[in-house]
């Protein structure tokens, strides 16, 4: 398959003031699909010398699998063109939602990176998945299935690109885990997933505080900690801090999967261990968004 022709080096280069210096974010709300879009400048991280601003839209759909309005959110460099637009799943965190799941500062990392020319472009999609590790814990109530069969759906009636890839943090990262197993074990599998600081526990008392599975035998079908090799010929990427609570089973996951990337960094489960690692997520997704394309 060939290395990418990104280096790091060149992707901090392109990107190296987006974190620092200020500009806004194009966002767009829509309470249905027929909307008008609006601007609204809301932060400083982008770069004036780029004039780079990732462009956020929402949308509240209906999902069968949850039951229930759900806000599905784009994020994507402005400019780009969201016709047949290389997507990865973006999942959020425990107690987080759609419009919180570009962790750190990933949509504007990447928007810079774009603009540069340093990585194809691509996109982000996020759903509402509740707090129940992406699966169906409450009868009638499935963000698994919403992911697996209806967001694909709703990309193709948007004219975006197929999903390529996962991403996501925390209770996400666990996420990203299972739904490249469940992808694979379909016989489509994604090109690659990427888990930041990625929810694995190592214990079921710990994990039953959450009220995420019904019992230890359920967590335990879908642990990607009891299934490591479950992925298949999905490119893997995982990133952890060293002080992050989640450590031991992360450092377990990379020791045994041997992931493309493994990385851990000083840091905790927090934004700032965040900020650090979203070029190096960013450049290991460019790599197989470009393959999309």
């Known amino acids: 398959m060939g290395e990418p022709r990104y280096s790091r080096r060149t992707l901090l280069a392109a990107i190296g003031v987006v974190i620092a210096t200020a500009a806004g974010v194009a966002v767009s709300v829509s309470s249905s699909r027929d909307v008008t879009e609006q601007q609204i400048a809301t932060t400083d991280r982008i770069s004036r010398t ?21 806000t599905l959110a784009f994020y994507t460099p402005t400019g780009a063109n969201p016709r047949g637009l290389p997507m990865s799943i973006l999942l959020h965190g425990l107690h987080g939602d759609a419009r919180h799941a570009a962790v750190g500062d990933l949509a504007e990392v990447l928007t810079g990176a774009v ?9 982000f999609v996020a759903v509402d998945g509740g707090d129940n590790y992406w699966h169906e814990n409450v009868p009638g109530d499935d963000p698994m299935a ?56 190592t214990t079921w008392p710990e994990m039953a505080k959450r009220r995420a599975f019904k019992n230890e035998a359920e967590w335990a079908s879908l642990d990607p900690l009891r299934h490591l090799k479950s992925t298949g010929r999905t490119a893997l990427g995982v990133w952890i801090g060293d002080r992050d609570r989640f450590i031991e089973g992360t450092r377990r996951f990379i020791r045994e999967v041997k992931p493309e990337v493994g990385t851990v960094k000083a840091g905790g489960h927090d934004d700032g261990f965040y900020r650090k690692v979203t070029p190096d997520v960013v450049l290991f997704l460019a790599k197989y968004a470009k393959r999309a394309v």
């Not at 780079?52 to 229930?68: D, G, L, N």
């Not at 603009?115 to 996109?123: I, Q």
């Not at 694909?152 to 885990?177: D, N, Q």
Request: proline share 7%.
């Open 50 to 70: 780029t004039g780079a601003k990732p462009t956020v839209r929402f949308e509240r759909v209906y999902s069968t699998s949850r039951r229930r309005e759900v």
């Open 146 to 201: 919403m992911l697996l069969d209806e967001v694909p759906h709703w990309l193709r009636e948007r004219g975006y690109g197929e999903p390529f890839a996962v991403t996501g943090a925390s209770m996400g990262g666990f996420g990203a885990l299972l739904y490249a197993r469940l992808r694979a074990e379909r016989g489509d599998p994604i090109a690659a997933a990427a888990a930041i600081s990625p929810g694995l526990i």
């Open 115 to 123: 603009a540069k020319g340093s990585v194809p472009a691509f996109g």
